[in-house]
């Protein structure tokens, strides 16, 4: 599986981006897929998660209510909607997968195989 990250850029606080994650393969739309960010000197950290099947989501309590994930499985793309945009959103967001289809992931970075190239989000105050 291989991921594509893109939609970042620079938006001011309270603003909106949509970051999109292209994956090839025939069988990308029964990988799981995560979405993580960095922050310059922090550790990379969970953002949101969506199953491959029936779509359930699950979100960090930092994002909870402002961002939402979802899947075209038709177009072999996730997307990651960020809505009221803080200063402190201000990171490099990546997806990823996990190793093998079906297989949930959730919130452990370490279960995360493939990972897209990043793309930088910053919001200004």
């Known amino acids: 599986v291989q991921l594509q990250a893109s939609g970042g850029g620079l938006v001011q606080a309270g603003g909106s981006l949509r970051l999109s994650c292209a994956g090839s393969?025939?069988?990308?739309?029964?990988?799981?897929m995560g979405w993580f960010r960095q922050a310059p000197g922090k550790e990379r950290e969970f953002v949101a998660a969506i199953t491959w099947s029936d779509s359930s989501t699950d979100y960090a309590d930092s994002v909870k209510g402002r961002f939402t994930i979802s899947r075209d499985n038709a177009k072999n793309t996730v997307h990651l909607q960020l809505s009221s945009l803080k200063p402190e959103d201000t990171a490099v967001y990546y997806c990823a997968a996990p190793g093998r289809p079906i297989y949930y992931s959730g919130r452990s970075i370490r279960e995360y195989d493939y990972w897209g190239q990043g793309t930088q989000v910053t919001v200004s105050s």
């Open positions: 393969g025939r069988t990308f739309s029964m990988y799981a």
